[in-house]
């Protein structure tokens, strides 16, 4: 029903900012619930982000509060998350993924979500 594309990755020093996007194919992104995962080498696959429909909800993973911001332009089929005070803890492959379902909480499963982007690279420096 969708494929997903991301972008906007890149190397940062500590205390600098990126915004990724995640650019969906057709005409049915705002039939979808979005979220963003991250997995840094040796982890596993760690809920960062996520947004409802039209936007009327949000959540994100404890490390994410204060600095990192999700959004979605339905008219351009396209999600965002915008990352302010990057640290090197944060170096890792950024995902984003859709869910057809609603989902809640500050820890939500990458097992809960039905389609998958290739990935973009985030590299913070100390």
């Known amino acids: 029903q969708v494929q997903l594309v991301e972008s906007g990755g890149g190397l940062v020093q500590a205390g600098g900012s990126l915004r990724l996007s995640c650019a969906a194919s057709?005409?049915?992104?705002?039939?979808?619930?979005m979220g963003w995962f991250r997995q840094a080498p040796g982890k596993e696959r760690q809920f960062v982000a996520s947004?409802?429909?039209?936007?009327?909800?949000?959540y994100s993973a404890n490390f994410a509060k204060g600095r990192f911001t999700i959004s979605r332009d339905n008219a351009k089929n396209t999600l965002y998350l915008q990352m302010n005070s990057l640290k090197p803890e944060d170096t890792a492959l950024y995902y984003c993924?859709?869910?057809?379902?609603?989902?809640?909480?500050?820890?939500?499963?990458?097992?809960?979500?039905?389609?998958w982007g290739q990935g973009t690279q985030v590299t913070v420096s100390s």
């Open positions: 993924a859709a869910s057809r379902y609603y989902r809640t909480g500050s820890d939500q499963a990458p097992s809960d979500y039905d389609y």
């Open positions: 057709g005409r049915t992104f705002g039939n979808y619930y």
């Open positions: 947004i409802s429909r039209s936007s009327g909800s949000t």
